[in-house]
């Protein structure tokens, strides 16, 4: 069972980011049910049950893209207020089969309805790996692409991934991408990514990815492995701080604050 509940529409939110500020979300997996190529010892929707690749075995539990549209484009003509719209939701958003229209359609609402708008996708970066889904990053405004390992072993060890996703096939679709943002997932205890030597390998890749940006940040939320234990925000920021300078890549820390 989740720990949190999961999304039950299409369309959710506004939420609060501590990134975006107001962010709309747009689920594009199965109504209350978790699709995703990767099974997190921290995610907070719990395990996954439905662990692969492959979404088109699941294409009729998701959502329609003209539904999608039509709910995407309702909520652009609404009172709502946000300033970002982003594919989220209760799985891995790139892997439905129609994510790369859906990345198109959803560009072009924004450009009718709200210009000021910006679009953002969440991905565990399984995805790109598909040529053309790392085409239709053209049309996402803040990529936001997970990396939470600098090595096989603890990439296996953190992201449980599904067959067939290979570590150094998602770490080269990364480095060939331009306008992306790298968001990592720290924790402390057994099966965590903390120590140096794992620090420095993860290091590396980023001077590889040159992403625009790297946002870190710890486990602030019910998760389901209770081996694994928060970053302190003081240890997060002199992550950050010593990842600036490895680099030369700005990385930011996100924590809650108070």
Request: glycine share 6%; proline share 5%; aromatic share 10%.
């Amino acid at each position: 069972m989740a720990l949190l509940s999961m999304q039950d529409s299409i369309i959710y939110g506004p939420v609060n980011s501590r990134r975006l500020g107001r962010s709309l979300g747009i689920n594009l997996s199965p109504y209350r049910a978790k699709l995703c190529s990767f099974n997190c010892l921290y995610c907070h929707y719990g395990w996954t049950r439905r662990l692969t690749a492959d979404f088109s075995k699941y294409k009729n539990d998701l959502p329609h893209p003209s539904e999608v549209l039509t709910a995407v484009e309702e909520a652009m003509k609404s009172d709502l207020d946000f300033a970002y719209v982003t594919f989220s939701g209760n799985g891995e958003p790139s892997l439905h089969p129609d994510f790369a229209d859906l990345a198109v359609g959803v560009a072009k609402l924004r450009d009718k309805y709200r210009p000021e708008v910006k679009t953002a996708l969440l991905t565990n970066s399984t995805g790109l790996i598909q040529y053309k889904i790392r085409k239709a990053l053209k049309y996402i405004d803040r990529p936001f692409c997970k990396l939470d390992a600098g090595t096989e072993e603890t990439f296996q060890k953190i992201n449980r991934p599904a067959d067939g996703v290979k570590f150094n096939d998602m770490v080269e679709a990364l480095v060939g991408l331009d306008h992306i943002f790298i968001q990592t997932a720290f924790m402390d205890g057994t099966h965590g990514n903390i120590t140096e030597g794992e620090l420095t390998a993860w290091r590396d890749i980023i001077k590889r990815i040159r992403p625009v940006e790297v946002h870190i940040y710890s486990i602030d939320r019910p998760v389901p492995d209770y081996d694994i234990s928060l970053v302190e925000p003081e240890r997060l920021e002199e992550i950050a701080r010593e990842t600036t300078v490895y680099t030369g890549i700005k990385t930011i820390a996100f924590y809650p604050q108070g």
